[in-house]
């Protein structure tokens, strides 16, 4: 299956150097990326801006990837 060319993805990622990995190839795939450091940076991501996909590390400071996941699902079911 490919990818929607220009599609928004956001990576939740707080290990920075696997953000730029799975960031860059993405982008190589023609995606669009933004990236978070963490859960709260997310959400004021989500809130500013529609993504098509969320990728998201499950364990993070601040706020973890499920505890952000209900959140985003309040905020924005459709990204849910």
């Given at each position: ?19 730029i990995?799975?960031g ?57």
């Open positions: 299956m490919e990818a929607a060319r220009g599609a928004s993805v956001l990576i939740v990622e707080d290990e920075h150097a696997l953000a990995a799975v860059e190839a993405l982008t190589d795939a023609g995606l669009v990326v933004d990236h978070a450091r963490d859960g709260e940076e997310a959400l004021a991501r989500v809130r500013q801006k529609t993504y098509d996909v969320l990728i998201c590390d499950l364990k993070m400071p601040r706020i973890d990837g499920m505890t952000l996941y209900r959140a985003i699902a309040a905020t924005a079911p459709a990204l849910a």
